[in-house]
């Protein structure tokens, strides 16, 4: 990796890192730049604004996101197995990484986002219940673009209750009757 793009690495790590924990209106510019441990300058250098950072940011999170839903379904044959592995990426992101998923900070603070984050949310939201829509039609359910709804409203509300309360079991709670309807 190049310095110029070990540099933007540690700068889109540090401001994806502070939206995931503190959405979009909790940071700032120098927020990054501490986080990263950068210089101001540094920051203001590649990114003009912070909605050109968060473009940036998500840009890099869908291409993440969504080559490891691949990798779930490359590695699993059967749908109950690749929603298993979509709720794994889910459940890691507040347990492991301990933080929401960016789209769900950002669905949060929908009215105070520009548009053009608005519109990244959005996309995201659409292709993620696409791909629940399809393991759901795959199981043979009726009505799987409402299962899919449901199922991404179901875990990010159950991230946001887990994430309240310090305790994850709001979040495999919805897991488990997620999985349950799959059966």
């Not at 110029?4 to 540690?10: A, K, R």
């Not at 912070?50 to 940036?56: Q, R, W």
């Not at 779930?72 to 998923?101: Q, W, Y």
């Amino acid at each position: 990796m190049t310095a110029p793009e070990t540099l933007i690495d540690e700068i889109l790590d540090a401001a994806q890192e502070l939206a995931q924990q503190k959405g979009y209106a909790g940071f700032s510019f120098q927020d990054v730049a501490a986080q990263a441990q950068r210089s101001l300058g540094e920051i203001e250098q590649r990114y003009k604004t912070k909605e050109e950072l968060m473009a940036a940011v998500f840009h890099r999170y869908n291409r993440e996101f969504f080559a490891a839903l691949a990798e779930v379904v490359e590695a699993n044959g059967s749908p109950v197995e690749r929603l298993d592995g979509f709720m794994a990426l889910v459940r890691d992101t507040l347990v492991v990484e301990d933080r929401m998923c960016l789209c769900g900070m950002m669905m949060a603070e929908v009215a105070l986002l520009p548009a053009g984050i608005r519109q990244q949310t959005r996309n995201f939201t659409d292709t993620a219940i696409a791909w629940l829509s399809d393991q759901w039609e795959l199981l043979g359910k009726s009505n799987p673009a409402d299962l899919a709804v449901t199922t991404l409203a179901r875990l990010e509300g159950g991230m946001l209750l887990s994430r309240v309360s310090g305790d994850v079991k709001h979040l495999d709670l919805v897991i488990a009757d997620i999985r349950a309807d799959a059966s």
